[in-house]
């Protein structure tokens, strides 16, 4: 949705607020569906949700590194994804999203 909103924000002839509007409403109504959905079945809830609740500075900065190595991979810098894939195993307090990602990201850098 954010690239819809990017794209519909740069044609000119196009009116894009509706659409922005549109989106936004739509955005709202999943995340509300989302909290219903978790709030009746706890178990579904991802473990980086739950670590955003209760220590949502670590998680950001887990995204962060996350973000970063990602950007290097896609910049073709293997041994600077590599490194922060090792960083962000090394911050990652459990078995879950992110050394799921950390993990995926060692296996594609690895030489």
């Given amino acids: ?4 909103a990017g794209v519909a924000k740069n ?3 196009f009116d894009a607020k509706p659409a922005l509007r549109a989106i936004a409403n739509a955005t709202t109504s ?12 706890p178990t579904l809830k991802p473990g980086f949700v739950e670590l955003h609740e209760t220590d ?5 900065r887990l995204f962060e590194i996350l973000d ?3 950007r290097a991979e896609d910049r073709s810098d293997v041994s600077g994804a590599r490194n922060l894939y090792d960083k962000l ?3 990652a ?10 993990e995926a990201g060692l296996y594609r850098t690895r030489q």
């Fill in 68 to 70: 970063e190595a990602q």
């Fill in 30 to 41: 999943i995340w509300g569906f989302r909290d219903s959905l978790y709030a009746a079945e």
């Fill in 93 to 102: 307090p459990t078995l879950g999203f992110f050394r799921t990602h950390a």
């Fill in 89 to 91: 195993m090394s911050a």
């Fill in 56 to 60: 949502p500075a670590l998680c950001e």
């Fill in 1 to 4: 949705m954010h690239a819809a």
């Fill in 11 to 13: 044609i000119p002839e």
